[in-house]
């Protein structure tokens, strides 16, 4: 896996900046399109994949590693991110899920093949996408 590190004085960084920079330097270097597999804010304590009962410091990292990390971009030693680029997995295979909105305007993400009427969200087969409680 090849390794960058990024030091930025002078400037307030948060995970977003942090992200948008490691994603840019991923770009440039893959030449392609990069997808984060793991991340790591170090001072907020937040890993993702959140994995329970993982060591806070390096399991993302082993994630990340096992999971077709390529790159990884270390931001002010704060924020570190594992990348792996789009490119490698198959392209063309319809999503086995679909957005669908019900009559009050209110979004769903839905599992094609259990959803039996595609206007009409159902509790089997779809989820309020206001309801799902993800952190990026």
């Known amino acids: 896996m090849k390794d960058v590190n990024v030091n930025l004085s002078g400037v307030d960084m948060n995970y977003q900046m942090a ?4 994603y840019a330097i991923a770009h440039e270097i ?12 170090k001072a ?12 806070i410091n390096t399991r993302w990292h ?18 570190d991110f594992i990348f792996t680029d789009s490119g490698q997995y198959e392209s063309g295979f319809p999503s ?3 957005s669908v909105h019900d009559a009050q305007g209110q ?3 839905c599992q094609i093949n259990a959803l039996k009427n595609p206007q009409k969200p159902t509790e089997d ?12």
């Open 44 to 55: 907020q304590s937040r890993m993702s994949p959140v994995i329970e009962g993982g060591d």
């Open 62 to 79: 082993d994630y990340g590693e096992s999971h077709g990390g390529q790159l990884e971009v270390d931001i002010n030693g704060e924020y």
């Open 30 to 41: 893959n030449g392609k399109e990069p997808v984060v597999v793991a991340w790591h804010d």
């Open 125 to 136: 087969a779809c989820v309020k996408l206001n309801d799902i409680g993800m952190e990026l």
């Open 19 to 22: 992200s948008q920079i490691a």
């Open 107 to 109: 979004e769903f993400l």
């Open 96 to 98: 086995p899920y679909v």
